[in-house]
């Protein structure tokens, strides 16, 4: 019971849930194909975007969802990911650096993506050894400020040695390319016709898919356990023989992996990466995934990802026409709109459901068992 | 020091977890939860003068301000020994000096003849010291059943872990009805049965207990220290600290008196709780 993949299913008999099962992976894979029809193409492309968020929201749950340490600067794993993939993949480095890279790097998307990963982890732990000894509100401020040390860097360090290309950013990218088949042009499989945006979701699916089945296992071993043990009482935690620091830097981690990954992912779909994708906004963005939907649970975690990389693109598409059909003018900037609901969604769901959309099982239980003791 | 030799013997040999692979727990028995047997293992691995935990000159200060001021004490196996003291007299700095969680200035802690110098707090936890910690420190947001199960982080020994915490619910009923609840919705008191069982299920051979009976009810309080005295009566170390000085030198075989940093008595018990300078201080009269 404990490893079945059940968090997207609640009720029912074991014959309904398999059913359920089935029936959610087929709507997954066609996924692509439905929004294109209904949709149009553009909207593929969002999805494939709020995959990319999902993983991030994922990790950054590891971080904050189950050892409790408060990260405002995960932006920065991602975007050391993403220049991670840009620099091995662009022709930036052979045209900054003629006599050491004559060709550029271009090595195997195979090989980038672990790289990326473990790059990111080292940035991760570079962050967690010089803050072990901090918590909540002072861990929130080192974070934040890791995360605009990373983006200031990538924004002037076109200068002495020009590394990053500064604000302009690295354009021309290589697209990801599985086993030799480039994701960038329409591909024929089977006689079906897949366009580069419907690849990139397959693609995009997988890697979700992973990072929530790591996800899971972690939260039931007895690392998991260790990190839950650090959130609720760290001196408690050392007392019971858990390696605290390790284990605490492990966490930061494997954290900023997850983003490492998501952001040499994101670098080859864009095929153009500059610091002003990395912005604190972006942070704060990913966290309130984490917390609107529900911290430490997976499945709260992705509903918060889907709503919130999904909101403004469908403000963006019913706002504009909506006030030309009742005005005949746009009054409002979508964008502006944007920030207004996000702030009333937050305030709402703070006060009416404190534990997220999507509470995790224990908070779940919290809220039933302090019922269950007022009413006796 | 009244020791009783025959307890000696209880005590299962640890093995070091600074030289061995670690943390294959004993099989034979456990200081707290088997009944005195006569064949038992022979512990040779104490000191000379037969000390589980010897303290020596122990100092300790946070940044300037020293909180701990050279303090010597000793446990013997199978002893229950009360350190009380007033508010700030620095017993639960002392306790966490002894778990690993404080660094000392200086002084010495020698646990089972071995220096604890540079031994890290969860690799204390594994040589047989544990902590309850002021305040009880419970995983509020685990289960109780969870709460112990972190106990015995420490182990590897599954089977053993599981007939340990069948003994815990025995030995706390109370926790046993409320496995499945999370530990923050439970009492103070059913808290504290929680931080004393899953510092049991670490098998430790020194328990620490620090403040066990704050912001207790009366009847929970003796409720817990009827517990300690079980607890010590099956022959387990213990260290109490307490600022119930009446209480805690009641259930204790020997007794330190701790004021602002320093030690200024020792005594048996029993000699210290007829004392009339502990009956002015501590005893209200």
Redesign the interface.
Known sequence: MLNAPKIFLTIGGKHQRHAMLVLMIATLLLLPFITDVLLGRGWVRIVDFAMLYIMLALGLNIVVGYAGLLDLGYIAFFAVGAYCYALTGSPHLALAFPMLFPDGVHLSFWIVLPLAALIAGGFGVLLGAPTLGLRGDYLAIVTLGFGEIIRIFLNNLNAPINLTNGPQGISRIDPISVSGVSLNATQEIFGITFPSVHLYFYLFLAFTALVIFISQRLEKS?IG??W??I???E??????????RNLKLLAFAMGAMFGGASGALFAGFQGFVSPESFSLMESIMVLCMVVLGGMGNIAGVILGGVLLALLPEILRHSVVPLQQALFGKSIIDPESLRMLMFGGALIAVMLYRPAGLWPSR??R??LN??EA?EKV | MSIDSTQNHINPVRPDPSTGSGLKADVEGWAGFDKLSPNGIKNSSNSINNCLLEVSDLQVAYGGIQAVKGISLQIAPGELVALIGSNGAGKSTTLKTLAGLLQPVSGEIQYDGNSLKNIAAHQRVSMGIALVPEGRGVFARLTVAENLQMGAYSRNDKSEIASDLVRMYELFPRLAERKDQLAGTLSGGEQQMVAMARALMSRPRLLMLDEPSMGLAPLMVKKIFETISDIAAQGMSILLVEQNAKLALQVAQRGYVMESGAITLSDEAKELLGSEAVQRAYLGG
Request: proline share 0%.
């Open positions: 007895r356990r260790a839950m043990a959130r609720e009482d001196i408690a935690a050392s007392a019971m023989g858990i390696n605290t224990v908070r239980r919290e068992t302090d003791d």
